[in-house]
């Protein structure tokens, strides 16, 4: 193992004795036990336990194959996905990948262009996407369970017609993969009628956990990053946390502290990074986080910020504002690429006495400055750190988070693995839409929106 | 005035009597006076209020020139900034311009390429943005009101000494366009002496208010959006909320409401469109709210959305998870382009029932679904309608939060126009990156970080 993740909570000691935690021991051995043995809520849900391990390795090499296919028949690949997705490929190709991807002229990028539709409704942002493909030749990668949830099966409506009137059906067949069901659902039916190359979401592991299964690989192979490294980090991670006891596990303390300190009204967890590449990331994790435990009425809620571009702008919040949250800092220990701090004949910024230094031991002051002063301002301030931003310690970094989510779930007395609250809107969607058989229900909200412009300050 | 922007508190009626916002009224007015008469706390800070209509004519036509001449001049502009001299900026031109802007060919968008830099301390990032300047002939728009802002003014160093060496001294003289203060300061000292074209940031505007001043718009020119008419916007937003009398005065109401809100436990205001070039705004947003009343232990944490991407990540929380939150919806009435569902001959994803309509039909529906599905929820939901996203709209809109935000910092009872949490980690940074005379603290802090990786589980 080249050098591991890191958890460090020496920073949350002032707001939450070590005892306190101790406390947790015994749910935490009863957490790992029914994620182990599949004996608690959701239990057939638990696929990426062992996924690092288990992983069909001939699906693996057949994305590769593909990967490379794309890159030669396309200028583009389209991602079509929402949630699970669309999160988890764009939070590792957005962190390992060139910060300009889609900017950087080909001979400088070698692989094709990303895009992810499918994750909205906006006709304006489908719409622009149609001037970027217009002299362009593009792949489609459609990624749904179902093949029926709304967002992506739009946008595979209009994107699969725009690719068949551009090169015909039987050369559109060559460029659009299928990420969906073993057997079932309607995409399932539509791919093997057509003929479209497709690969396997496995029916033990919901959309927030699968990003190393084809939903998250394929894209993140076509943009070159390393999928077997990937999976190596999250086979490592898996076997570094395989303890049951908290005092050797720092995956399962993160769940254990967290959980503390939401116990101790500590209600935001805010997931903080110093590389701008981190965004999505964070994304994929309030996703993470967000859907296992915002439930019931409970829940930390996830919440991210970019530092330190935040710092000047929620910085404020953070250091004086209401005390009800914490943080999590994600930590790179070494920075991919380098640069020097030069010195100036007038020294009018004052910047002089850093000239000769490297901008990113500036970020490490700012970060560890950072700390110190919000942990005065009353913010407990875990701190996740990883060696460098490479494949394989964003796999074992992915690992380390999932898991930890799998044990917090339980902790907190949920169902960390379903998600039976984004039901309601779809519900509520269709029936305005006037899907049929929905007339009653669709009388019953139309009444209620009709009291939107009454004012009641003037009633 | 062509259609302005609504404010809608039908939603939050269940959790919110309107005899409650009644009782702030008095408060209301007299923060009203406080912002018109310049009594109130940070009220030398108030040149925003009146700004539509006092602002520098000739200045907003020297703007223009430049922004004209930077476009002959350059492929690319970079936009050095951070905080409010970042997220403006950053906000109006994500929501005007096209979604993949930098991306688009010179010839379907006319304007330089924009990028923003000197808002992290990422080495990363500015080396990855050299990669993009290699064969690119690059302006500079720095904006800083000190010049010795860290992060900013890192990023001039590195950019401007590769300006210089590319195109050397006289040319970069003529491609370095300075804003800053008016008489003072690091950056307004080296403008005069090297002759660079200078704007100004007016004493009495702070950094998150600033958009409308020089800050924003002269890269907001130079992305193509008609800054006369976002001005216009924000001058006939002025006039419209111009009266004290809460019943007429719908930007006023969103402040009233909202710390009504805040005083039943609504801690966190989540800002949510779905336009994903709405992102950048909702930063702007974050950063203005956060910043003005996160402050004495006080203050609603400002969270944001990108909806419908969102509802299959954040959904379930929302839905089901602490009940400690309420939404704010921006919501845009029409969108700018059209895109209809085409009918497929065997309907497998069952939306031919759908054939015909338009995807921002579906979007609308998809609006009114969730607002009566997180209502149903347990969240208090907020409109803010804008007709379209136009430059004028925008501008009425940006007039609206900053006022808003005024008075409701006001009825929070902090100064909403100073911000000094945001000191600390630089003091902080600057003693660890052992700036001269700082050595004790360096001392002290480093001890303080030495108890990192004391792991507390074994002890």
Not at 60 to 84: C, E, F, N, Y
Not at 151 to 180: H, M, N, S, W
Not at 350 to 360: P, R
Request: net charge negative.
């Amino acid at each position: 193992m080249k050098g591991t993740v890191c958890f460090d909570h020496s920073k949350a000691v002032p707001f939450t004795a070590p005892e306190e935690w101790g406390q947790l021991e015994a749910a935490v051995r009863h957490a790992h036990f029914m994620l182990h043995e599949k004996t608690g809520l959701g239990h057939e849900y638990l696929g990426w336990v062992d996924l690092p391990v288990t992983y069909d390795e001939t699906e693996l090499v057949r994305m590769k194959q593909a990967a490379t296919r794309i890159s030669q028949q396309s200028d583009v690949l389209l991602v079509i996905g929402i949630g699970g997705s669309y999160l988890g490929a764009r939070a590792v190709l957005d962190s390992l990948g060139h910060t300009f991807y889609n900017v950087l002229g080909k001979s400088k990028r070698q692989t094709p262009e990303i895009y992810f539709v499918g994750n909205n409704i906006s006709s304006v942002y489908m719409s622009h996407l149609m001037d970027v493909l217009e002299e362009k030749r593009f792949s489609i990668n459609v990624i749904s369970k179902s093949g029926t949830t709304t967002e992506p099966a739009i946008a595979f409506r209009l994107f699969r017609e725009l690719l068949e009137k551009k090169v015909g059906k039987d050369e559109a067949r060559q460029r659009i993969y299928v990420t969906t069901d073993r057997n079932r659902g309607a995409l399932k039916q539509l791919a093997d009628e057509a003929g479209y190359e497709s690969f396997v979401i496995p029916d033990d592991i919901g959309g927030r956990f699968s990003v190393l299964t084809p939903v998250g690989l394929l894209p993140i192979a076509v943009g070159g990053a390393d999928i077997d490294a990937l999976m190596a980090g999250a086979a490592d991670a898996r076997r570094r946390y395989l303890t049951p006891d908290l005092g050797e596990n720092e995956c399962y303390q993160y769940a254990a502290v967290r959980n503390t300190l939401y116990r101790k009204n500590k209600t935001i967890e805010m997931l903080v990074g110093y590389e701008p590449q981190l965004r999505f990331f964070a994304e994929w994790w309030k996703q993470l986080y967000g859907e296992s435990e915002g439930k019931n009425g409970r829940g930390i809620f996830p919440a991210s910020a970019e530092f330190s571009a935040d710092l000047h702008s929620l910085g404020q919040y953070i250091q004086d504002g209401m005390r009800h949250l914490f943080e999590t800092v994600l930590h790179v220990e070494r920075s991919q690429r380098e640069l020097v701090i030069g010195e100036e004949e007038v020294d009018r910024d004052g910047l002089n006495f850093l000239a000769g230094q490297s901008i990113d031991y500036v970020n490490k002051k700012a970060f560890e400055g950072t700390l110190l002063a919000h942990l005065d301002g009353g913010v407990p301030n875990l701190v996740v750190s990883i060696p460098e931003l490479t494949a394989y310690h964003l796999g074992w970094l992915i690992y380390f988070f999932e898991k930890a989510c799998g044990i917090s779930g339980y902790l907190l007395g949920v169902n960390p693995f379903d998600q039976p609250g984004v039901e309601l809107y779809k519900a509520n969607m269709f029936a305005l839409l006037g899907k049929p058989g929905h007339e009653e229900r669709k009388r019953e909200l139309e009444a209620r929106l009709q009291g939107r412009s009454d004012n009641v300050f003037n009633g």
